[in-house]
């Protein structure tokens, strides 16, 4: 750090010698410092408010970092009201660039940190350095009883000098224990902060965070909506395209509220336009303008992407990398590594004008993709070109299995704008867009185009038909025809590594439907040898998929929950991956392994980062994960939302032209569902009626292979709650014998044991109904399996208090009382003394099992684990208890209180 006196500015010229001229600069500079004022208008975030308060605690440093017109301010403001501090002692500075001079900005931090007069700051001669000067003004504030208690810096991100960051750094370091920092800027900050980080006092807040999320657009926009302004469909709309970024959202309110029916689209909007130029575009040069209007033309962008398809007049050294350090509204793609995308709002405003040379840049593109081996992206682009040779050449070159690991969204959103006889010229293209609708789930589309070919072409295409034809059959539910057609495309002799992986991917998951888990394994074995041959890393991810919904299917959750996040973790270490399908179905049934434990905070972090991306993506899980989202709200007692989520999820799907037996009779269900938690029974038996064609068809769809068990009990669930116990006894043993029962995944035997308990009880047989209550305990507590109780919690009350009466404590039992709001009998819960080693859960359930009397091949056979592996986890369960025999486990169990 250079000494004091050797800085001087134009215009703080004898600042340091305290002349005439330094003390007027001191008056100037005191008006900058302010303290906050009720804004108007805040709308209220009382969650962002409370975690924004926790984090400006004494001591403590707090950095908001996002673009412009995310409400930065006016989110810390509001938390600075609500806080109840004393307003007085709040200091807030507006850095400017002007601050990259060390003397002001030494003299900003003076007079925030309470300052009054310039001779009040020890004037350093010669060799003393402005680090002294800050040190002891730290040091007074630290010992100052009138002190300021938080100091706000806005834009912060303008102080990029070495001196000026010395003196930030400085002030972070030597924070005293009475002042909380908030940082404000626009792009990271120009030091590091991750000491600050490990020493648990320091807070990030990102665009992620300020962002209002779906809800909060649509209470931000509730005025409007029930004046009848705005369409709940065009809040949806305007959500998509701003991701909740506050300030458009803001000022197109406004101007809805002035304009009514003559109001323009958000992006044409002139007040959105306005805010756009400013926060986007002012500070930029032409140059780069144009860049980021190319950048615009990709969906998705990198910086070598954009190496490749820039022109002369582009600025290539402002890379997507380098627009968003520079706080421009990009933000990381999910699941892509290095790349990037605009907000779409910023990409269709920026698209509103047509660059020259697109067509151009479109080839360059499709060139990039092919090179790098990203099939879909390749062909996408030599379409929007209308270069037909190109797309054919593509398609020729391409594989059933890059398209079914990779996302084929933009090929489905291209094909309507598309001549048929594109198309139609090449039996190859014909075959990749049947693919692509059978992934959308246009099963309808798929078959026209496949007997749209001349009997030539599906004489010479065969193996690679037969293939498609199994995928289509599968995802329509037709397991067993599935199955056959998938054998006819393996039985020939020329189909490709590819083609025979998605044959045997589909027969692993028509075996799991089937309850054949052993053939089902053995199918994904042979996928997964098939995909490491091929190099295919997203056809990898999908037989990962495929073993882990066999062991959910068996009931196997924590070994999914495993596979699925090594699966994740694998996924993500490649740092420019294209986009796979794989990784949202990984993530989704990570999910839906979250929700049957009954771990609804974990489950709801993963929808919303997955919704996000299945929305852009076109991504027909969607539909599970709004089910999902539909299932939490019910369980929370919020079944108006739930509906909700339902109406969203059916928009959806008929915007996106998806064939109804998808989507229909999982809809209907879960309204049956909502309207039995409100005793609505007439509307449940008219929706029973609707799904009675759907329950004759027996489909197990790829997405819902508990279906058809599901669509059964919830007929009997309607006998119940109409009163006709009799007949949903007869209905459940007709239709489950106790081997057909086993062959269902396990989450539908669970809840056939739990209506039969249900029923039992409600007629008056309580040996019976507890008899099968126990048995229901003894399935679902090796993994924890609490979804079926949180579904059926309204109609099985009675019985889970019966049956819970008296029973000792045990992870699921404490969990069912929590659920069910039932207390725990003291007596009969005997103090549990802690282990020097703590038994884990899979031991705890092993361990249930064995009290259960259960030899260790049953106990192997009800967990779907090996024999060694029941042997291992009994051998630890000895030594962690200090006992030698099984006997002498349960005994000492019992005497601390774990069984």
Known sequence: ????????????????????????????????????????????????????????????????????????????????????????????????????????????????????????????????????????????????????????????????SQDGTALLTQLLDRLPPGLALVLLSRRALSFETHSYELGGRFTRLTADTLELSRSETAAFYQPLLERQQVTQIAVEHLYHLTEGWLTPLALYRLEVEERGEDRLPVQEARSVVA?????????????????????AEMDVVSDDLFLAIADSQCDTSFLPSTAMARGLPLRSAGNRGRWFRLLPLVREWLLSTTLAGRKARATLASDWFAREGQFTEALRYALQCHDTERAIRVASEGSEALLIGQDTASLLRLRQSLPAELIQRSPRLQIVYAWVHALGGQFTEACVLIDGMSAED?????????????????????????????????????????ARLVAQLVRSGAWCALGRFADARSASREASKLARQAGDPGAEILTVYAHARIEMSKGALRHAEQLLRTGLDTSVSEPARPPRVGEGRLMLNLALILWHQGRAAEVDRLLTRFIRHAEKGRDLALLLALALRALLSKSQGQVDEAFAWIGQAERTMQAWQVDELVYVPVLEALKTSCWLAQGQLESARQAMVRLAPFRKQHRVLELFPMMPGLLDTLETRVALVAGDESAA????????????????????????????????????????????????????????????????????????????????????????????????????????????????????????????GLSNQEIADRLHISLHTVKTHARRINAKLGVRSRTQAIVKARELGLL
């Open 458 to 498: 599906q004489r010479l295409l065969q193996g690679r038909l037969s293939a498609l034809r199994a995928f289509l059959l599968s995802g329509e539910g037709n397991v067993r025809a599935a199955l056959k057609e998938a054998d006819q495309a393996l039985a020939t002799d020329d189909l490709s590594t590819h």
């Open 729 to 852: 006894i007869s209905q459940l043993q007709e239709q489950y014998g106790k081997d057909e029962l086993s062959r269902h995944p396990y989450i539908h035997q669970l809840h056939v044991v739990l209506l039969q308990a249900q029923a039992h009880q409600r007629l008056g047989q309580s040996e019976a109904a507890l008899a099968f209550f126990q048995k229901a305990l003894e399935m679902a507590a090796p993994e924890h399996y609490i979804s079926p109780f949180i579904e059926l919690r309204e109609e099985i009350a009675e019985v889970v208090r019966e049956g819970l009466a008296g029973r000792q404590a045990s992870p699921l039992v404490d969990a069912l009382r929590t659920l069910f709001g039932l207390e725990a009998e003291a007596a009969t819960r005997p103090p549990v003394v802690d282990l020097p080693e703590p038994i884990s859960d899979r031991e705890f359930g092993v361990l249930e099992l064995i009290a259960m």
């Open 1 to 160: 750090m250079k000494a004091f006196d050797n800085y001087p500015a134009a215009n703080d010229e004898g600042l340091a010698e305290r002349t005439e001229k330094g003390r007027l600069v001191w008056d100037l500079l005191r008006h900058r410092v302010q303290s906050p004022r009720p804004g108007a208008d805040i709308f209220p975030r009382p969650a962002l408010t409370e975690r924004i308060c926790k984090a400006i605690e004494p001591g403590s440093i707090l950095h908001i970092e996002a673009p412009a017109g995310y409400g930065k301010s006016r989110e810390l403001e509001s938390a600075l009201l609500s806080s109840g501090r004393e307003l007085s002692r709040v200091r807030w500075v507006s850095l400017q660039d002007q601050d990259n001079d060390p003397q002001r900005l030494f003299m900003l931090l003076s007079l925030a940190l309470g300052v009054s007069d310039v001779d009040s700051v020890p004037a350093p001669g010669r060799g003393q350095s402005l680090n002294d000067a800050l040190e002891w003004l730290l040091a007074n504030l630290a010992n100052s009883g009138e002190a300021t208690e938080v100091l706000v810096l806005d834009r912060v991100d303008r102080v990029q």
């Open 275 to 295: 805010f756009l130029r400013s926060a986007v575009t002012a500070e930029l040069t032409p140059t780069q303008v144009r860049s980021l209007a190319v950048m």
